[in-house]
T-cell receptor, first 113, second 114 residues
Framework: GENVEQHPSTLSVQEGDSAVIKCTYSDSASNYFPWYKQELGKRPQLIIDIRSNVGEKKDQRIAVTLNKTAKHFSLHITETQPEDSAVYFCAASSSGGGNKLTFGTGTQLKVEL | GAVVSQHPSWVICKSGTSVKIECRSLDFQATTMFWYRQFPKQSLMLMATSNEGSKATYEQGVEKDKFLINHASLTLSTLTVTSAHPEDSSFYIC??????????FGPGTRLTVL
């Protein structure tokens, strides 16, 4: 089955700096890669996703890059703000695998003033 | 976006009792729903895939006789934790895809077994 690894497990940045979170996956059939932000006790919130036919996607301060050859994808947050502090999860799924998501282990992001 | 609800949002029960959690797709039909479990400070782990009108598919290591799943309609899937024990205390979250690969998550159910 799919295995998704995520690094770092914790990340502390100063407000205004950039934050980068990296994930690798094992199943070459995976073709959908979402990123979620989860606040304590809440459901995961989709912040951006990318599909395997695209190498990069950007939405305001958030961007995701995908390297299919190396099987890794990354989340980039620029101009970080205190409200960006949360746990972030990457995930992967394949349409051939029934679209079930395999999650990374999570990154606790703390944006300090 | 599509809306998925869960009920109850939290439940406390005694060890040995059973607890039922409902997951509903409010504005779309879902032939497939997914059930995840999340322990404190850990990631979401897929427990099973709920299939409308047929048996659920369980992930390796998940006891199907302990975690009963029923998906009797296109908008409702239920997860019953039977003979719950303290180690079953967790955050249970369901999700459903609307039309493509994007998943819509329910708000989660916090289960505490005393």
């Amino acid at each position: 089955g799919e295995n998704v690894e995520q690094h770092p497990s914790t990340l502390s940045v100063q407000e205004g700096d950039s934050a980068v979170i990296k994930c690798t996956y094992s199943d070459s059939a995976s073709n959908y890669f979402p990123w979620y932000k989860q606040e304590l006790g809440k459901r995961p919130q989709l912040i951006i996703d990318i599909r395997s036919n695209v190498g990069e996607k950007k939405d305001q301060r958030i961007a995701v890059t995908l390297n299919k050859t190396a099987k890794h994808f990354s989340l980039h947050i620029t101009e970080t703000q205190p409200e960006d502090s949360a746990v972030y999860f990457c995930a992967a799924s394949s349409s051939g695998g029934g679209n079930k998501l395999t999650f990374g282990t999570g990154t606790q992001l703390k944006v300090e003033l | 976006g599509a809306v998925v609800s869960q009920h109850p949002s939290w439940v406390i029960c005694k060890s040995g009792t059973s607890v039922k959690i409902e997951c509903r797709s409010l504005d779309f039909q879902a032939t497939t729903m997914f059930w995840y479990r999340q322990f404190p400070k850990q990631s979401l782990m897929l427990m099973a895939t709920s299939n409308e009108g047929s048996k659920a598919t369980y992930e390796q290591g998940v006891e199907k006789d302990k975690f009963l799943i029923n998906h009797a309609s296109l908008t409702l899937s239920t997860l019953t934790v039977t003979s719950a024990h303290p180690e079953d205390s967790s955050f249970y979250i369901c999700s459903a895809p609307q039309s493509s690969d994007e998943q819509f998550f329910g708000p989660g159910t916090r289960l505490t077994v005393l």
